[in-house]
T-cell receptor, first 113, second 114 residues
Framework: DQQVKQNSPSLSVQEGRISILNCDYT??????FLWYKKYPAEGPTFLIS?????DKNEDGRFTVFLNKSAKHLSLHIVPSQPGDSAVYFC????????????FGQGTTLQVKP | SQTIHQWPATLVQPVGSPLSLECTVE??????LYWYRQAAGRGLQLLFY??????ISSEVPQNLSASRPQDRQFILSSKKLLLSDSGFYLC?????????????FGEGSRLTVL
């Protein structure tokens, strides 16, 4: 049972354009959502998060949007840079099970110069 | 500052051989500790987590086991490896008190079982 899904395994965008990575979840108990970035042969690093009491959180070029009714969140990167090329994982947790993150399958983003 | 290290970084083992991956966290006390696995083409799967010394919870039935002999040490083991155990193993920690779930990952260990 895949509780967190990233249905697009890969995404390719041109430098300077917007990258939109999508994530869907099924468990209504999830109330905290995170995005991680991962380079090959390295551990994931935290990028940005959002609580279920918000619908948007922005940090520089990165913005995460949450649509609770649709159980959908997205990560926007604008403008995209070649250094953003990596695998992006969406993750979710519930306050009743704090610390246990459930990850999606990941989306490989390629930003072309 | 807090740091997390895991080793070895790369391991090639024959089927049926034992396994031991180690993870150590520095700069924090009473962390929650986790072992995740990233299999080829799949996401990060939670294998084990621990909220304290000797306290281990297993998320999925499998050929692996975990132990926490010290507060900041987490070990992943197997007595006999299977081909399906191949993957990228990640140790992670989070704050032991109620937190929002942010994890800090180690560098990862690439295991290939032949």
């Amino acid at each position: 049972d895949q509780q967190v899904k990233q249905n697009s395994p890969s995404l390719s965008v041109q430098e300077g354009r917007i990258s939109i990575l999508n994530c869907d979840y099924t468990n209504s108990m999830f109330d905290y959502f995170l995005w991680y970035k991962k380079y090959p042969a390295e551990g994931p690093t935290f990028l940005i998060s959002i609580s279920s009491i918000k619908d948007k959180n922005e940090d520089g070029r990165f913005t995460v949007f949450l649509n609770k009714s649709a159980k959908h969140l997205s990560l926007h990167i604008v403008p995209s840079q070649p250094g953003d090329s990596a695998v992006y994982f969406c993750a979710a947790s519930s306050s009743s099970n704090t610390g246990k993150l459930i990850f999606g399958q990941g989306t490989t983003l390629q930003v072309k110069p | 500052s807090q740091t997390i290290h895991q080793w070895p970084a790369t391991l090639v083992q024959p089927v049926g051989s034992p396994l031991s991956l180690e993870c150590t966290v520095e700069g924090t006390s009473n962390p929650n500790l986790y072992w995740y696995r990233q299999a080829a083409g799949r996401g990060l799967q939670l294998l084990f987590y621990s909220v304290g010394i000797g306290q281990i919870s297993s998320e999925v039935p499998q050929n692996l086991s975990a132990s926490r002999p010290q507060d900041r040490q987490f070990i992943l083991s197997s007595k006999k490896l299977l081909l399906s155990d191949s993957g990228f193993y990640l140790c992670a920690w989070s704050k032991g008190q109620k937190n929002t779930g942010e994890l800090f990952f180690g560098e990862g260990s690439r295991l290939t079982v032949l």
